[in-house]
């Protein structure tokens, strides 16, 4: 038996975890790490499961060519090879826009994913990027962009230090945070009751969070910006505003949210005025306090402006970048995504629909079109690495259908899936205990200042390929190099890169030293290990890959500190409170008002022992809770004549469901989780407990407008009972 640590790659909450494992290499225990500074112990049940899903035996382990219709393992050399002839056949014939790339939820939890991503995407060579970023988050990083001139400069809550925590349409005792690393969030909103604070949740669903909560207030979906709007303008109408920095457009804020007092925020969104009112005067005299938000407002049709408001907010009672309220972290690398250019997007446009770029990417919602649109620049082939489309964007089935009339298709991920079964080729990655590990993004949101780094637990095996090298090699193909070429020739590159920005930047301790002698000092073994190297020596911490190696359990850097002053980059210099952009979605939130609501909608469910569409293939994971279920408030089961299963009806399809009447749920709003749906594919266990794909509903038409993000929550929908079916 041997023991080993690493960070817990699946989820945003970086818990620290110790692996028992016997002689062979099998996991046979999976426990919280209590040395780890950060987590300190914690784990929850998909943590315990990490051995599991890493020992899957339907996880790929060889490459897959897919000739006629059936499939056949493949060498490594001859899965490049078939990926050079696909590619440039589809270059020849069509050019480089007629090629698309996308990264999926779990590119972000890699080291090589985040080496990579801008290296593939260049040497692909087409303005059809696509990510899971427009299916989940990017509403929040726009507003940023808009009210601080950069869109990774995002807030996170000071958990440990807050008097008064506002979560709307966010349910971290189960998801566990998101763009919010925060490791045992449901002790620390535990915590922060012990020590006298209160906690207030605002969610359609009474929630695992709200259950924990002081106070729980129903909201019906999609409405949360007029609540957001009139705890603005009560802030300002009462004289209640303290911002703590300096900012632009406080007249225009109070112009913009004139109209949207408590009374008529509460005619549509059903919380009552009075609450309003009161949340707002809660959060002026707290003496600290934060508002959180994530995936219910972000996956709405204004989640952008729901994103911005809930910092205006947060500015606006003093509570920006200050301890105990929102704040910054300071991670221990260099952070050379940070351009310190003022936020722009619409750079170039999607062919079909013309929606805007942004962050240099085009909305997953219009992928469809630009595959199934004739004509110059349409998508024939495409390029996906770890993201299952067909259950995770809006109208799947459209997807599905789609992807089977491409020319050719290219999928790096582990298994055999409802979006790969399209694939000429697949090129698995290793397990994950076979590669090292750092958060290079989820440190950017952390509740703490924190560093940790895993080596690969287990070697790889004989002829085995790490996903640096699938990346790489994908990289060189796509550039136009043979499919035999070294792909340390990337890495090299790239390092090179690094460290050339390195002996420019002014104060750098690499400051005018030869790239040369300086690659000869990182330490690693692999390109993303120098990378990381360079970036940790390049970072404010001074730090190396060998300080982190000598820490297994982690290294605390301290509590977040103000740091406002050294990310702001708007042209004005301040933070800009009423951006013309989100003015113009005010408008169009005002028109709103006179629109009658929908008779039920839909929203997602978060699951504890779940994971968008990825762990459903873990037998200890499946059952129980974790099931496809639409919950539905006993009054709607009664009204509408439903019995065990409901016949859902959208604007773009149909499901039939089992139901869960709950009271946890408000009238007029049904509830069903995303990542379900799953075929007889490659997953049996998944095969076997299938549910029904919540995205078979969503309408791919309808975004948030400024972001482009794909709208989940609050879609239209009819029920009436269920007749014979052969639907899950």
Known sequence: MRTAHRTCPICDAVCGLRLELDD?????????????????????????????????????????????????????????????????????????????????????????????????????????????????????????????????????????????????GANPVESHGSLCAAPDFPGRLKALR???????????????????????????????????????????????????????????????????????????????????????????????????????????????????????????????????????????????????????????????????????????????????????????ALVTVGGNLVLSAPNGPRLDRAFADLDFMVCVDPYLNETTKHADVILPPPRMLQSPHYDFLLLIVSVRNYARFSPAVLPLEPGQLSEAQILSRLTLIASGQSADADPAILDEMIVGQVLGMAATMPGSPFEGRDVAELRAELDGDSGPELMLDAMLKLGPYGLSLADLRDKPHGIDLGPLRPRLAELLCTPSGRVELAAPQLAEEVVRLRERLATPAADVVLIGRRQLRSNNSWLHNVPTLVGGSNQCTLQINPQDVTRLGLGDRALVRSAVGELVVPLEPTETIMPGVVSLPHGWGHVATGQQVAARHAGANANTLTDESVIDVLSGNAVFNGVPVTLSPAGPSTQP
């Open 194 to 380: 012990r020590r006298g604070g209160k906690l207030v949740v605002v969610d359609p669903r009474r929630t695992r969070t709200a259950a924990v909560a002081d106070e729980h207030l129903f909201v019906r979906p999609g409405t949360d910006p007029y609540l957001l709007l009139a705890i603005v303008h009560t802030l300002l109408a009462e004289d209640l505003a303290t911002p703590g920095v300096e900012v632009n457009g406080i007249d225009e804020l109070r112009r913009l949210a004139a109209d949207f007092t408590p009374e008529a925020a509460a005619r549509v969104c059903g919380v009552p005025a009075e609450d309003i009112a009161r949340l707002a005067r809660e959060l002026a005299a707290a003496p600290t306090a934060a508002v959180y938000s994530r995936i219910g407002t972000c996956t709405a049709e204004f989640g952008t402006v729901s994103q911005w408001l809930v910092d205006v907010i947060n500015i606006l009672t003093g509570n920006f970048d200050r301890p105990g309220g929102v704040m910054f972290p300071r991670p221990a690398i260099v952070e050379i995504f940070r351009t310190g250019q003022p936020y722009a997007s619409g750079q170039w446009h999607s062919r079909a629909r013309g929606l805007p770029e942004v962050m240099g990417e085009l909305p997953v919602s219009t992928l469809a079109d630009e595959i199934e649109t004739p004509g110059e620049g349409q998508v024939r």
């Open 24 to 168: 062979t290499g099998h996991v046979t225990s999976v426990k919280g790490d209590p040395d780890d500074p950060f987590s300190k112990g914690y784990v929850c049940p998909k943590g315990a499961s990490l051995g599991r899903l890493d020992e899957d035996p339907d996880r790929l382990r060889v490459p897959m060519i897919r000739k006629n219709g059936e499939w056949f393992e493949a060498t490594w050399d001859e899965a490049f090879q078939a990926v050079e002839q696909g590619l440039s056949g589809v270059i020849e014939r069509y050019g480089r826009e007629a090629l698309a790339v996308y990264f999926g939820n779990p590119t972000f939890h890699t080291m090589a994913g985040f080496m990579y991503r801008m290296p593939l995407t260049q040497s692909l060579g087409t303005r059809n990027v696509f990510s899971a970023s427009t299916i989940d988050q990017i509403p929040k990083q726009v507003a940023c962009g808009y009210l601080l001139g950069d869109p990774f400069a995002i807030p996170v809550p000071d958990l440990d230090r807050t008097d008064y925590l506002l979560v709307i």
